[in-house]
Structures are given as C-alpha cells and as structure tokens.
C-alpha cells in the first residue's frame, strides 16, 4: 500500500494527465456521434448512403467530426472511393473575424489509419489511399479546391482554418466557383445574418452542402469530379416569428455568362431534382422547416453586397433526376435570366470591405500554391509547404476570391421593425398559396416569402446517384 503522501500525489497527477487528454474523435462510428451541427440533432437523408441515421455502406464512408485544435468544428461525410465529401454539414453563428486566415491545407490522418485525432497539415508530396492530397490538385488549371463549408460562413479564424482541409472540398469549376456558386454563398449569408436568430437572440442557421459524383468525370485518374453541387439552409427566424429555408443547385460547369445568378428554389424543389425511385432526398428531416416556401420575398431588402438577385428568380426547373449522375448536365435552367432585368454588375455587389473581391473579369493570379478565387479554392502548382508562398495574401491586399468575402458594415442591423415587402411585389407566385408546413402563421404584415402552386412530385426512377 502506497504511503499517503504517495497517494495524494497521484490523484492530482492523474488527472493533470487525463486533462491533456483530447477529449474527441476525428473519424466517428455514427454521424448522431457529431450530431451539433445538424438541426435538432437529426442527420440528412442521402439516397443510397445515408437513410435514417444510418450509413449503409461503412467501408465507403466515413463521417468526420471535423476537429482542429481538439474543438469540434463541423461535420463531413467522406467518399474513400471517390475521395470527395458527401456532404459538409455546419451551424452558421454570424461572421465574427472577417478575413480570410493564412493557412495550409490539411488532411485527416485517422482516414490513413493515423492515430491522431486532429486534422494535420497535409504532405505536399504524398499520394494518400483513402482520400484527396496536395498533388492531386496540382498542375491544373480549370478546377479549384471548391469548400462545401467556405471559410466566409465561419465564426471566427480557427473556424476559418478548419475549413481548409482536403476532405471539406471537391474539384470546382473556376467560373463557377468564382462567380454564381460564389454569389449564392454571399447572399444566403446575409440572409441568416438578417433574419436567423433563435429564441436567445444569437445568430443561428443550420446549412447542408452536397456534392454528386459524375460517372466519368475524374482528376488526375484519382479524384472525382462531381457533375453538380447543391445547398440548403434552414433556420427559425424569432423577429419573424417563422422558419424559413432555401435550397440552391448548380452544375458544375463553366459559367455560360457574366454575372450569372442560380436560382433560389424551395426544398421540395431540391428534394425532387436529387430523389430517386428508391431513395429520397431529405435535408432537415423531422423538422419544421418549410419545404414549400423560400427566402426570395426578402431579397429586396438585401443590400446590393449581399449578391443576392434583383430579379425573380420563379423559373421554370428540371424535372428529370435521372440523369443527375451524369456530367451533361443543361446548366441554363439554373440561371435568371437578364433580358428584361439586367443584374448589376459584380463591382456593385461585391462588399467594400479590405477583403473584396474584384470582378469576375479580372484575371486570377497563378503564384505558386497561394489561394485564389472563391469558396476557398486553391489550384495550386507547386504545393510548397508551410510557406508564404501558400498563404493568402495579406489583408491590406485584395483577396480574389467571390466566396470568402465578408458583407459591407453597411448591412442593416436585423431588428423586429424590418418588413418583408408584399409578395405581390417581390415574387410571381400567387399571394394566396399555403405558406410552410411548419405550423408557423406568419403575421399579416409579414406574408411568407414564395410559394409555389403545386408540391414537385417524384421523377423517374433510377439508381442512386451518389454511389458512382
């Protein structure tokens, strides 16, 4: 038996030990295992992956409780096989650092069946067996590093870094990266900046993106290239006293022209384009957000740096689901139109701040691995390690990426007092259409944003989509 002094010696050093100890896991067994970034704790429902909280092929993927410096950031689930994220799913709490942080990018050791629980910077030089290297995005010059969760939505600058791992992104064409996908981004972020706040006053959205794998579309004979992305968002709005959601799509395709907008859809529109005859698509599941309305009414009190659309954007949709899988895809259908109403120009969206971003028409610099372009992309060519040669330049310079920008100070202060504007006024749906199903009965000075007539109904059948 130990002496006493031995054993009072011992307890405090024990747990001066355990507290040392990192407390969570990279790689989780479950995706309810990281389940704080999800609405109401619930998991998407993936056709053919993910169907009650359940991944039905582990091998093939794996969810990532995406830890950076043993916090918890987001959530991720990987592809092995493709070696791109299903999906990134995050809790938006506003923008309390806006610039962009200096950083390397990084990969999950614990997916190379590493014992170590935070993501690592990643070996410039390396090919990795289950997931996406630095080499692997070298040496081309059409695809960024596209992020499903963009440093611009996070919190703070360890946030901010966490996003910059090879896992959270996927081949993304530049233009699209760099002008509609990017302007999407910045709108929905002024969105919840304005009008998601709980019942304690804080900011608080809850967003999914996704990416579909293409049947052929590979880089470098290793990464896929997914034929489209797509992003719902969802969020009680307490100085609305409503839920509201938005979902957007986009092809991953050049953008057919300057200043191109996607489409702010409903989720039932999203969960047509993307459910097959055996699977559905299901964003919030058991919640009681909208499936039937959008954020569109509010679009005319955005300021003209949110990048939101100035015009409807009630167009006709795809119907075919099909074909999701494939890289032929007809990206004009994801598009306003700018006949009758032309968009203003990017330099008049585009926010003001030190981190702006200059027009789609300026030319993106090719230094050596530094981060150009938009939702974080970095088509890098020499991949230097740890270096400034990797970092994003300073802040006194112009960043030019479209996704990671912060709005202008001159966005309004969300406040009870704001009105959404008649939707006689703001969108071509009919005034009289049943608002969400979420049971919520906005006030009659505050009507729910558009609605359209009729619920989409389920496509064609045809295989799940993601398991190429």
């Not at 706040?197 to 990464?223: D, M």
Request: contains cysteine.
């Amino acid at each position: 038996m130990a002496p006493t002094k031995t054993r009072y010696f011992l307890f405090p050093a024990a747990f001066l030990l355990l507290s040392f100890v990192p407390t969570v896991a990279e790689v989780v067994m479950s995706v309810s295992d990281c389940d704080l970034f999800l609405l109401e704790k619930t998991p998407p429902q993936v056709p053919g992956i993910l169907q009650g909280g359940h991944i039905l092929n582990q091998n093939r993927y794996k969810p990532i409780c995406q830890t950076f410096e043993n916090e918890r950031r987001f959530l991720t689930l990987y592809d092995i096989k493709n070696k791109i994220p299903v999906f990134s799913a995050y809790k938006y709490r506003g923008n309390g650092e806006g610039r962009r942080p200096q950083t390397w990018w990084k990969i999950e050791p614990q997916l190379e069946n590493e014992d170590d629980t935070n993501m690592i910077v990643g070996d410039k030089n390396k090919t990795y067996n289950n997931q996406a290297g630095n080499t692997d995005y070298r040496n081309n010059r059409q695809f960024d590093r596209g992020h499903l969760f963009p440093s611009s939505h996070a919190f703070n600058k360890t946030d901010k870094m966490s996003t910059f791992t090879l896992t959270n992104i996927v081949p993304q064409v530049k233009t699209f990266n760099q002008g509609s996908w990017n302007r999407m981004e910045q709108c929905i972020k002024c969105v919840m900046d304005k009008y998601c706040f709980n019942n304690n006053g804080r900011i608080e959205g809850f967003v999914v993106t996704g990416a579909q794998p293409s049947t052929k579309n590979i880089l470098n004979n290793r990464i896929n290239i997914p034929s489209m992305l797509w992003s719902a968002f969802c969020c009680y709005s307490s100085n609305r006293n409503m839920w509201i959601a938005s979902a957007h799509w986009g092809d991953n395709v050049p953008d057919d022209f300057k200043n191109k907008y996607l489409q702010t859809k409903t989720l039932a529109e999203l969960y047509k384009e993307l459910s097959t005859a055996d699977y559905e698509l299901n964003v919030f599941p058991g919640t009681q957000c909208p499936v039937h309305t959008s954020v569109t009414g509010f679009y005319p009190e955005m300021t003209r740096n949110c990048a939101c659309p100035t015009i409807s954007t009630t167009s006709e949709h795809r119907t075919s689901t099909s074909s999701m899988a494939t890289s032929d895809r007809v990206p004009a259908s994801d598009t306003v139109p700018t006949t009758s109403d032309p968009v203003p120009s990017t330099s008049d969206t585009v926010p003001s701040t030190s981190d702006t971003v200059p027009s789609t028409s300026d030319p993106v610099p090719s230094t050596s691995d530094t981060v150009p372009s938009t939702s974080d992309p970095v088509p890098s060519t020499s991949d230097t390690a740890p270096s400034t040669s990797d970092t994003v330049p300073s802040t006194s310079d112009t960043v030019p990426s479209t996704s990671d920008t912060v709005p202008s100070t001159s966005d309004p202060v969300p406040s009870t007092s704001d009105t959404v504007p008649s939707t006689s006024d703001t969108a071509p749906s009919t005034s009289d259409t049943a608002p969400s199903t979420s049971g919520t009965i906005p006030l009659t000075s505050d009507p729910v944003p558009t609605a359209p007539d009729t619920v989409p109904t389920k496509s064609e059948p045809g295989p799940s989509p993601y398991n190429i």
